[in-house]
């Protein structure tokens, strides 16, 4: 059974950090390239991120690049993104993602979500 759980949400203040991980079991996550989108209150999901199965291709949404970065070791199925200089309009729960159909990096075509955790930027 194919489960993406993700964690390291929580609360914190403006211009924290904060590193979510997306732990993948029942299938190899190192052949698949990996997303991670979040879905402020109100507002519809957007994507954050992606990265390709091997690492070496990321792509950030203009909001986010050069505060988040994302990352992934294959060896322990789990991908990563590091969210630095947070924002209260970070504010969202994230959520990871992947497409056994789609090849590279993408925003679209995801077969398989996480249940999202929480991430609250607030002082």
């Known amino acids: 059974q194919v489960q993406l759980v993700e964690s390291g949400g929580g609360l914190v203040q403006p211009g924290g950090s904060l590193r979510l991980s997306c732990a993948a079991s029942?299938?190899?996550?190192?052949?698949?390239?990996m997303t991670w989108f979040r879905q402020a209150p109100g507002k519809e999901r957007e994507g954050v991120s992606c990265i390709t199965s091997s690492g070496g291709i990321t792509n950030y949404a203009d909001s986010v690049k050069g505060r988040f970065t994302i990352s992934r070791d294959n060896a322990k199925n789990t991908v990563y993104l590091q969210m630095n200089s947070l924002k209260p309009e970070d504010t969202a729960v994230y959520y990871c993602a992947t497409s056994t159909v789609v090849a590279g990096c993408s925003y679209y075509g995801m077969d398989y979500w996480g249940k999202g955790t929480l991430v609250t930027v607030s002082s």
């Open positions: 029942g299938f190899t996550l190192g052949y698949y390239a």
